[in-house]
Every structure is written in C-alpha cells, then in structure tokens.
C-alpha cells in the first residue's frame, strides 16, 4: 500500500481571502442573490472576479454596513 500523501497548502488568491460569495453576502444581508446581482449591476457594490466566481471585496461589505445603507 503506497503511503499517503499529505494534501498541499497552495497559496489562496487574495481576492478569495478578502471577498464574499454572492450566495454569503445575501445571507448576511438576508436579501436574495437576485438583489445581490441587481446590486452589482447597478453599481452600488463592488466585485472582483476570481475565474468563474463573481466576489464583492469584504471591505467594501464593512464599510457599507458602516453606512447602515448603500447610500441610495
């Protein structure tokens, strides 16, 4: 039986350490990932995108709920 081999420890993108999920921030603002979307393509949030993935940056989220609005 070949030993086991010990899974790597890539480096994770920046973008991926600093940035949520569509699908968590709706959760995190109870909101759908439809207004999430709507949002984006408004302009009113940021986004960075990570291959396939769309991420808003979690400084962006803060400072938003900071705000307590994003400021319509």
């Known amino acids: 039986m070949a030993p ?3 899974p790597s ?3 994770m993108p920046e973008e991926l350490e600093v ?3 569509l699908t ?3 959760h995190r ?3 759908s990932r439809r207004e999430v979307r709507r949002l984006l393509q408004i302009g009113k ?3 960075v995108q990570v291959a396939d993935q769309i991420r808003v940056p979690l400084d962006a ?3 938003i709920e900071e ?3 994003l400021g319509e």
Do not use: C, D, Y
Request: avoid cysteine.
């Open 61 to 63: 989220v803060r400072a």
């Open 67 to 69: 705000a307590g609005s």
């Open 19 to 21: 940035s949520v999920t």
């Open 29 to 31: 603002w109870n909101i």
């Open 45 to 47: 949030l940021p986004f």
């Open 4 to 6: 086991m081999k010990s």
């Open 24 to 26: 968590h921030l709706a």
């Open 9 to 11: 420890h890539q480096e």
